[in-house]
C-alpha cells in the first residue's frame, strides 16, 4: 500500500540551530498535513498544504510541499526548546486516507 | 481538543483479559479512528470508521475489534490481552476525508503484564 517516509527519525539540536524534516511518497498526494506532538501529549494539527510547490510559514517554521507532491519539508529557523517534540507528516492517500509518516523526534539541547 | 475524549487515560491488566478503550466525540464528525504509537513505528492505524455501523481494518487490526452503533462512540477491544498490545492508543475524528484535520484524543496507556 501507500507508504509516506520521514527522515531523520530522530534529531537533536543545540538550542538557535536551525531543524529540518523530510516527507517522501512514491506516489503523489492530494494534500499534506503537519501534526507536532509534545512529550507525554497527543498529536495536533499544525498546517494543511494542498497546492504543488505551495510555501506556508508560522513564524519560525516554513512547510513545503514539493512541485510533484511526492514531497514535502518542515523547516525550524532558530530551534528553541519549547520546539521539543515529534513531528509526523501524514499524506492525503488515493483512497481519500490520510497516511501518515513515523514522525522524527526532535530534542534541543539548551 | 476537549471535544474527544477517551477513557480510561491509564490502565494496567493482565494478559488474556478483556480490555475495551472508551472513545466518545462531542463534534458528530463522520470518521473516527484508532491509532496505537509505539516507539520506531510511528502512529499506526488499528481501525476507522467511515460512519456509524461502518468499520474498516487499518494496517494492524489483529487482536482488536470496534463498534460504531452511534456516531459519537467508537470503543475498541482488545478481546483477549497480549503483552505485545502493550501501547499508547489514540482515538481520533474528522469530518471528511483525507482533506480534513484530524483531531486527536489524549491518549490511553494500556499496559499488559
Known amino acids: 500500500g501507500q507508504q509516506v517516509m520521514q527522515i531523520p527519525q530522530y534529531q537533536h539540536v543545540q538550542e538557535g540551530e536551525d531543524f529540518t524534516t523530510y516527507c517522501n511518497s512514491s506516489?503523489?498526494?492530494?494534500?499534506i498535513q503537519w501534526y507536532k506532538q509534545r512529550p507525554g501529549g497527543h498529536p495536533v494539527f499544525l498546517i494543511q498544504?494542498?497546492?504543488?510547490?505551495e510555501v506556508k510559514k508560522q513564524k519560525r517554521l516554513t512547510f513545503q510541499f514539493g512541485e510533484a507532491k511526492k514531497n514535502s519539508s518542515l523547516h525550524i529557523t532558530a530551534t528553541q526548546t519549547t520546539d521539543v517534540g515529534t513531528y509526523f507528516c501524514?499524506?492525503?492517500?488515493?483512497?481519500?486516507?490520510?497516511?501518515f509518516g513515523k514522525g522524527t523526534k526532535l530534542s534541543v539541547k539548551p | 481538543d476537549a471535544g474527544i475524549t477517551q477513557s480510561p487515560r491509564y490502565k494496567i491488566t493482565e494478559t488474556g483479559r478483556q480490555v475495551t478503550l472508551m472513545c466518545h466525540q462531542t463534534?458528530?464528525?463522520?470518521?473516527m479512528f484508532w491509532y496505537r504509537q509505539d516507539l520506531g513505528h510511528g502512529l499506526r492505524l488499528i481501525y476507522y470508521?467511515?460512519?456509524?455501523?461502518?468499520?474498516d481494518k487499518g494496517e494492524v487490526p489483529d487482536g482488536y475489534v470496534v463498534s460504531r452503533s452511534k456516531t459519537e462512540n467508537f470503543p475498541l477491544t482488545l478481546e483477549s490481552a497480549t503483552r505485545s498490545q502493550t501501547s499508547v492508543y489514540f482515538c481520533?475524528?474528522?469530518?471528511?476525508?483525507?482533506?480534513?484535520?484530524?483531531?486527536f484524543g489524549e491518549g490511553s496507556w494500556l499496559t499488559v503484564v
Open positions: 481520533a475524528s474528522t469530518n471528511g476525508g483525507s482533506g480534513n484535520t484530524i483531531y
Open positions: 506516489t503523489t498526494l492530494s494534500n
Open positions: 498544504l494542498v497546492k504543488s510547490g
Open positions: 501524514a499524506g492525503g492517500g488515493s483512497q481519500g486516507n490520510l497516511i
Open positions: 463534534w458528530s464528525h463522520s470518521y
Open positions: 470508521s467511515a460512519a456509524a455501523d461502518i468499520t
